[in-house]
């Protein structure tokens, strides 16, 4: 299989969306902000120190750095979902988000082995009906949707390489 230069960040991604149970990208912002509104950080300006800052204050700034700090998380999050959502859209004569989750969301939690995806394929294939060809077109097709959506560039043959057009 080709390797693109992209791809095991696009399966990570995968695999951390699965590892959070599938969720919406708004339903994690949401639960990131009331975190960091309702717990109290340690760069909080206390209360009565002298200064001239509120708590309140404080809350909406770490709620701030808290969001930017988990902004990459978001858009991936928010990339796999539309993925997910594109796949079962393009292919209507079978479950493409089904092999999708067969071969990259299985067992998220545990580190990715030598061989693992290729097994998973086989056995997405039988699974499926489909053959391993076309298990491994939906990958493909998964990681370029992602790609799109989180505006990661992939290698093409529609396009000159920018070391071509650089030097």
Do not use: C, W
Request: net charge positive; aromatic share 8%.
């Amino acid at each position: 299989m080709k390797k693109d230069s992209a791809r095991d960040y696009i399966i990570e991604a995968f695999r951390l969306y699965s590892r959070l149970g599938e969720p919406e990208a708004d339903n994690v912002r949401e639960k990131i902000y009331v975190y960091a509104i309702t717990s109290r950080r340690t760069n909080e300006v206390p209360a009565g120190a002298g200064h001239i800052s509120k708590p309140t204050e404080a809350a909406a700034i770490n709620a701030d750095k808290t969001m930017r700090h988990y902004r990459s998380e978001l858009m991936d999050i928010d990339a796999a979902s539309k993925t997910v959502k594109a796949l079962e859209q393009k292919y209507r004569g079978y479950d493409a988000a089904q092999v999708l989750r067969d071969i990259y969301f299985k067992n998220a939690h545990l580190p990715l082995k030598k061989a693992d995806i290729q097994s998973r394929v086989t056995s997405a294939s039988i699974k499926n009906h489909i053959s391993e060809s076309t298990a491994y077109r939906i990958l493909k097709s998964a990681r370029e949707i992602f790609a799109y959506h989180r505006g990661l560039t992939l290698p093409s043959d529609t396009y000159a390489s920018l070391e071509e057009i650089v030097s």
